[in-house]
């Protein structure tokens, strides 16, 4: 006799009960103050779409959007005001603010911070009490909040992802030589038609040492590049693909294949209106039409420029209660696995999705919008008269 076929849904939530044991005191504490119903555990997982036709159809149409930081005032003195502090923590990237709680903020002071996230590409505040419901709520100010067809979920809260490492690993174990997927520099859903803006991750329990996150500017890479070697990548497309696989619906003997999407590979930020280079090691599969030996030849060399400058990047210690919300569309990130799943690192995270990208040869870089430019590089890309040095060196 054949033997009876599982109820997957049954499978589910099994699962999803022994995960909850895991789950850290102080987290299940805070879930639960929050109203979170953890009795059919924790976290939801979705049922995973099996075939690329059908995650194609998620969110395929164009939606409005319109940036918050668009709308801000300039000054952001509503935000900045209200602030007991405000520390650029390097000269290029990353900011922290103190004495204010992100639940509370006023619509004007959520503008300014979505300007201050475009500006600065990551914006930290620790010791936030906010519980899923008002983070997604924060979220839906930023844009769509993305619901991910895979990814685990607070129960009752889709659009808010769970990312708790000690998870993924039991499934997928890490180590020191290989450490799992967000251990590499990567830009959050770069696949979809509209790809994600601001991210918004909240730790509620982190590491004493280690677990640290990096960020990288992409308007700084850009920048790093000579003003020639720009007009090369000014307005070429690349494709980027999905970090999770699916199977091809018409084709499922060619294994698991990945959801493409073709964008420009230097995009303009709709509120700053600056350059930066958008590409990431992780899911640029190759730039449209050059051959792939070229392809790979100027994406290594973007990936390397982006990766290696320590001083267009930012690493960031977490303590307890953080949250940090950083901009997909002007960097990319790389979670450190350093303390190997020997303490619990747990946060909830919402994406909001963002414009389709685009480019604007006229638009400047930060440097030059930001009056920064040095003598040599205004000469270089044509500002001034001069003489004609070459800038290469
Ligand atoms: O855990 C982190 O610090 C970041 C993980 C990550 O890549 C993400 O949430 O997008
Ligand atoms: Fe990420």
Same mark, same amino acid.
């Given at each position: 006799?054949?033997?009876?076929?599982?109820?997957?849904?049954?499978?589910?939530?099994?699962?999803?009960?022994?995960?909850?044991?895991?789950?850290?005191?102080?987290?299940?504490e805070?879930?639960?103050?929050?109203?979170?119903? #953890?009795?059919?555990?924790?976290?939801?997982?979705?049922?995973?779409?099996?075939?690329? !036709?059908?995650?194609?159809?998620?969110?395929?149409?164009?939606?409005?959007?319109?940036?918050?930081?668009?709308?801000?005032?300039?000054?952001?003195?509503?935000?900045?005001?209200?602030?007991?502090?405000? =520390?650029?923590?390097?000269?290029?990237?990353?900011?922290?603010?103190?004495?204010?709680?992100?639940?509370? #903020?006023?619509?004007?002071?959520?503008?300014?911070?979505?300007?201050?996230?475009?500006?600065?590409?990551?914006?930290?505040?620790? %010791?936030?009490?906010?519980?899923?419901? !008002?983070?997604?709520? *924060?979220?839906?100010?930023?844009?769509?909040?993305?619901? @991910?067809?895979?990814?685990? !979920?607070?129960?009752?809260?889709?659009g808010?992802?769970?990312?708790?490492?000690?998870?993924?690993?039991?499934?997928?174990?890490?180590?020191?030589?290989?450490?799992g997927?967000?251990?590499?520099w +990567?830009?959050?859903l770069? @696949?979809?038609?509209?790809?994600?803006?601001?991210?918004? #991750?909240?730790?509620?329990?982190?590491?004493?040492?280690?677990?640290?996150?990096?960020?990288?500017?992409?308007?700084?890479?850009y920048?790093?590049?000579?003003?020639?070697?720009?007009?090369?990548?000014?307005?070429?497309?690349?494709?980027?693909?999905?970090? +999770?696989?699916?199977?091809?619906?018409? /084709?499922?003997?060619?294994?698991?294949?990945?959801?493409?999407?073709? @964008?420009?590979?230097?995009?303009? @930020?709709?509120?700053?209106?600056?350059?930066?280079?958008?590409? /990431?090691?992780?899911? =640029?599969?190759?730039?449209?039409?050059?051959?792939?030996?070229?392809?790979?030849?100027? #994406?290594?060399?973007?990936?390397?420029?982006?990766?290696?400058?320590?001083?267009?990047?930012?690493?960031?210690?977490?303590?307890? /209660?953080?949250?940090?919300?950083?901009? %997909?569309?002007?960097t990319?990130? /790389?979670?450190?696995?350093?303390?190997?799943?020997?303490h619990?690192?747990?946060?909830?995270?919402?994406?909001? *999705?963002?414009?389709?990208?685009?480019?604007?040869? %006229?638009?400047?870089?930060?440097? !030059?919008?930001?009056?920064?430019?040095?003598?040599?590089?205004?000469?270089?890309?044509?500002?001034?008269?001069?003489?004609?040095?070459?800038?290469? *060196?």
């Amino acid at each position: 006799m054949a033997p009876a076929p599982i109820d997957e849904s049954i499978v589910d939530v099994v699962e999803q009960k022994k995960d909850t044991l895991k789950l850290p005191e102080s987290t299940r504490e805070r879930l639960i103050k929050a109203g979170v119903d #953890l009795s059919e555990g924790y976290p939801y997982r979705p049922s995973k779409p099996l075939y690329l !036709q059908d995650v194609y159809k998620i969110r395929g149409e164009e939606r409005e959007y319109i940036d918050a930081g668009s709308r801000a005032d300039k000054s952001k003195k509503n935000l900045f005001e209200a602030a007991s502090k405000v =520390t650029d923590l390097t000269a290029h990237i990353g900011t922290e603010i103190e004495g204010l709680q992100l639940k509370d #903020l006023t619509p004007e002071q959520r503008d300014e911070l979505a300007l201050l996230i475009a500006e600065r590409s990551v914006v930290f505040f620790r %010791n936030q009490e906010i519980t899923p419901q !008002q983070q997604l709520e *924060l979220g839906k100010w930023f844009g769509e909040p993305e619901v @991910h067809p895979q990814t685990p !979920q607070v129960p009752g809260l889709l659009g808010v992802t769970v990312i708790w490492p000690d998870l993924f690993a039991t499934e997928r174990p890490a180590s020191f030589r290989k450490p799992g997927g967000a251990s590499s520099w +990567h830009s959050d859903l770069v @696949h979809e038609k509209q790809p994600a803006g601001v991210t918004h #991750l909240h730790n509620d329990i982190v590491p004493p040492i280690g677990g640290d996150t990096l960020w990288a500017s992409g308007y700084g890479a850009y920048e790093k590049l000579s003003p020639d070697f720009r007009k090369i990548i000014d307005g070429k497309l690349a494709v980027y693909r999905s970090a +999770h696989p699916y199977l091809d619906r018409e /084709n499922p003997s060619a294994g698991p294949q990945f959801l493409e999407r073709i @964008h420009p590979l230097v995009r303009v @930020h709709p509120a700053t209106g600056w350059k930066a280079l958008w590409v /990431n090691r992780a899911m =640029t599969v190759r730039i449209v039409g050059l051959d792939k030996a070229e392809s790979d030849l100027i #994406l290594g060399y973007l990936y390397d420029v982006y990766e290696k400058n320590v001083d267009i990047q930012v690493r960031f210690k977490w303590t307890p /209660n953080t949250s940090v919300l950083w901009d %997909n569309r002007i960097t990319i990130h /790389n979670a450190s696995w350093d303390y190997a799943g020997k303490h619990p690192r747990h946060g909830n995270r919402v994406t909001s *999705l963002a414009e389709v990208p685009y480019f604007d040869p %006229n638009a400047p870089t930060r440097r !030059q919008a930001l009056g920064l430019l040095d003598e040599e590089e205004k000469e270089a890309l044509g500002l001034i008269a001069g003489d004609a040095k070459d800038f290469s *060196l």
